[in-house]
Each structure stands twice: as structure tokens, then as C-alpha cells.
């Protein structure tokens, strides 16, 4: 089937806000990639902010679906965490690769804007996904080891980026597992665990 106006003016947005930057591409050359009236893009998302927010929503829903699909490899706790580090690795080794779209998208954005409100959905489910997995492996601590490998993550998204370095994600893996042998408990949290993993579909 012929893509619809929606789905055409995402992918354009796709290829050039994260190839470019989302304040360097004007409404103007997203409509001429998708080949759509401009009118139609008002329409659909009511203007470029609508339309970032529904790019960055759609960046949200690919980042889930490569993390959970590489998480969902493993049975045991500690390597469906460090599996997040290994996506991040395969990510980063891509030429495409731009750096974080969610950073790049908000660097400039207002606060409470609707592009900021995608960025923190996105962030609280990595979060979210991170904190499930440290009452997995019984840490003693979750909720704080779950702000430590997120500070990893961002960290490696970052360094890839502006160093041009792919093995940025396995330095950050080589760190998580270090924290995780720090934290490692005794095994109490399981059940919370339990709870936290299914509130973030993993």
C-alpha cells in the first residue's frame, strides 16, 4: 500500500532531523521530501512542533523495540541489563548514526514545550526499564543503580558521538558490571522486581 501523508511526512522528518538537526530543517524541506502540501502538514500535526514531538515519539518507540528485543535474548537478570549496553554498541557502529536524537532535539527547545515532553517520556522509560532490571538482580539499592547506568548510557551516547567512538558502549557495559557486582544484594527485591518488569513491558 501507498504510504499515507502522516507516514511520509515522518520518515522525511526522520531522515532529516536526525541526519541534520531538528532547528537547521524548516517545515519547508519536510514537506518537499514527503511530497505533501504544507497545508497537509498543519493539518496532521498542527505545526513543526507537533511534527518533532511525533518524530521523537516514533524515536521513543524504535529505541524500545531494539533494547527489548535485545533483552529479551537473556534469561538471566545481569545480562538482560548489560544487553542494553550491547545494543547501544551495534547502534553506535552504524554509519547513520547521528548521536541522540532526544539530546540533539531539545537542545535548543523551550521548557514545558511539547518536544520536551517527549524527551521526558522517553527518559522516564529508560529509566523506568533500568530500575526493573536492577530489582532483578537484587540490587540493594535499585532506584540508585538505576540513575548510575542511566548516567552510563547517556554518557556512552554522548562520547560515541562527539569522539567517534563505537566502543564507547562496551566501556559503559565494562562499568555496569562493576556496579552491579557492587550492588548485588540478597535476592529480597525479586518479587518487587517482578512488579517494576511488568509495568515496563520487559
Same mark, same amino acid.
Given at each position: 500500500?501507498?504510504?499515507?501523508?502522516?507516514?511520509r511526512l515522518?520518515?522525511a522528518?526522520?531522515?532529516l #532531523?536526525?541526519?541534520?538537526?531538528? *532547528?537547521?530543517? $524548516?517545515?519547508?524541506?519536510?514537506?518537499?521530501?514527503?511530497g505533501?502540501?504544507?497545508?497537509?502538514?498543519y493539518n496532521?500535526? $498542527? $505545526?513543526?512542533?507537533g &511534527?518533532?514531538?511525533?518524530?521523537l515519539?516514533a524515536q521513543?518507540a524504535? =529505541?524500545?523495540?531494539r533494547i =527489548?528485543t535485545a533483552?529479551?535474548q #537473556?534469561?538471566?537478570?545481569?545480562g538482560r541489563l548489560?544487553?542494553?549496553f550491547?545494543?547501544q554498541?551495534?547502534?553506535f !557502529?552504524q554509519?547513520?548514526?547521528h548521536?541522540? !536524537? #532526544?539530546v540533539s532535539a531539545?537542545?535548543?527547545? /523551550?521548557?514545558?514545550s511539547l518536544?520536551?515532553q517527549? +524527551?521526558?517520556?522517553y527518559r522516564?522509560?529508560?529509566?523506568?526499564l #533500568? =530500575?526493573?532490571l536492577?530489582?532483578?538482580?537484587?540490587?540493594q539499592?535499585?532506584?540508585?543503580l538505576?540513575? *548510575?547506568?542511566?548516567?552510563?548510557?547517556?554518557?556512552? !551516547? &554522548?562520547?560515541a558521538r562527539?569522539?567517534?567512538?563505537a566502543?564507547?558502549a562496551? =566501556?559503559? /557495559?565494562? +562499568?555496569a +558490571?562493576?556496579l552491579l557486582?557492587? +550492588?548485588?544484594?540478597?535476592?529480597r527485591?525479586?518479587?518487587i $522486581? !517482578?512488579a517494576?518488569?511488568k /509495568?515496563?513491558?520487559?
Amino acid at each position: 500500500m501507498k504510504p499515507t501523508a502522516r507516514e511520509r511526512l515522518l520518515a522525511a522528518a526522520n531522515e532529516l #532531523f536526525y541526519a541534520e538537526g531538528v *532547528q537547521s530543517v $524548516g517545515v519547508d524541506r519536510v514537506i518537499e521530501r514527503a511530497g505533501v502540501a504544507k497545508a497537509t502538514l498543519y493539518n496532521i500535526f $498542527g $505545526g513543526k512542533e507537533g &511534527l518533532v514531538r511525533a518524530y521523537l515519539q516514533a524515536q521513543h518507540a524504535s =529505541t524500545a523495540d531494539r533494547i =527489548t528485543t535485545a533483552v529479551a535474548q #537473556f534469561d538471566d537478570p545481569s545480562g538482560r541489563l548489560l544487553a542494553i549496553f550491547d545494543s547501544q554498541g551495534i547502534l553506535f !557502529a552504524q554509519p547513520e548514526f547521528h548521536g541522540c !536524537a #532526544f539530546v540533539s532535539a531539545t537542545a535548543e527547545t /523551550r521548557r514545558g514545550s511539547l518536544v520536551e515532553q517527549a +524527551a521526558d517520556d522517553y527518559r522516564a522509560w529508560v529509566r523506568s526499564l #533500568f =530500575t526493573a532490571l536492577a530489582y532483578q538482580v537484587g540490587a540493594q539499592e535499585p532506584e540508585v543503580l538505576a540513575a *548510575q547506568l542511566h548516567l552510563l548510557y547517556d554518557g556512552a !551516547a &554522548l562520547c560515541a558521538r562527539m569522539d567517534y567512538d563505537a566502543s564507547a558502549a562496551f =566501556t559503559a /557495559r565494562d +562499568a555496569a +558490571a562493576l556496579l552491579l557486582n557492587c +550492588a548485588a544484594g540478597d535476592g529480597r527485591h525479586a518479587e518487587i $522486581g !517482578a512488579a517494576v518488569t511488568k /509495568r515496563a513491558d520487559i
